[in-house]
T-cell receptor
Framework: EAQVTQNPRYLITVTGKKLTVTCSQN?????MSWYRQDPGLGLRQIYY???????DKGDVPEGYKVSRKEKRNFPLILESPSPNQTSLYFC?????????????FGDGTRLSIL | DAKTTQPNSMESNEEEPVHLPCNHS???????IHWYRQLPSQGPEYVIH???SNVNNRMASLAIAEDRKSSTLILHRATLRDAAVYYC???????????????FGGGTRLMVKP
């Protein structure tokens, strides 16, 4: 089954403790992206990647890192999490970057930073 | 991306067709019209997209006005599982959206009554 898989689905942690949210897709998609969703603010893009070893900042990249060492995986790293990073995170992928390409989303990761 | 306007909410009866409108009067010639939906506690889900002609897929139909300033998502027989927030989005990766970011507005909350 074609899917985007995120782990963990839920995480409660403390300020400053490094964490990684994994994202994997099995559709051989070139393009992958991370969003956060907050009430009243909609979806905001954190980072995106057009292909292996190619990543770039989205609208809200501060406090986050990403890597794209292989096509299927696009982990989101919070080196020193802070409470303002408490949010619902979604990973998405599409075949290419093109505007006619549907984006496929994971089920989300709810992070709480205390 | 150009702005879209949708009603905040709509109600439908189960098994009946639903027509969800979207206005996009400032659409440009290269903007694709996409529809996504988000069910409670899930990631956004691609529904359908089109450029100029009407489109059908297994989930829905998309009717695009001749001047492209509006479109309508048609669910042919609403089920309880179709209760979600539906987002109409215009997508063009030229200019400022090199990151292929999806910008969701408020969307239309569809309620389906048994």
């Amino acid at each position: 089954e074609a899917q985007v898989t995120q782990n963990p689905r839920y995480l409660i942690t403390v300020t400053g403790k490094k964490l990684t949210v994994t994202c994997s897709q099995n559709m051989n998609h070139e393009y992958m992206s991370w969003y956060r969703q907050d009430p009243g603010l909609g979806l905001r893009q954190i980072y995106y990647s057009m292909n292996v070893e190619v990543t770039d900042k989205g609208d809200v990249p501060e406090g986050y890192k990403v890597s794209r060492k292989e096509k299927r995986n696009f982990p989101l790293i919070l080196e020193s999490p802070s409470p303002n990073q408490t949010s619902l995170y979604f990973c998405a992928s599409s075949l290419t970057q093109g505007p006619n390409q549907p984006q496929h989303f994971g089920d989300g990761t709810r992070l709480s930073i205390l | 991306d150009a702005k879209t306007t949708q009603p905040n909410s709509m109600e439908s009866n189960e098994e009946e067709p639903v027509h969800l409108p979207c206005n996009h009067s400032t659409i440009s010639g290269t903007d694709y019209i996409h529809w996504y939906r988000q069910l409670p506690s899930q990631g956004p889900e691609y529904v359908i997209h089109g450029l100029t002609s009407n489109v059908n897929n297994r989930m829905a139909s998309l009717a695009i006005a001749e001047d492209r300033k509006s479109s309508t998502l048609i669910l042919h027989r609403a089920t309880l599982r179709d209760a979600a927030v539906y987002y109409c989005i215009l997508r063009d990766v030229t200019g400022s959206n090199a990151g292929n970011m999806l910008t969701f507005g408020g969307g239309t909350r569809l309620m389906v009554k048994p």
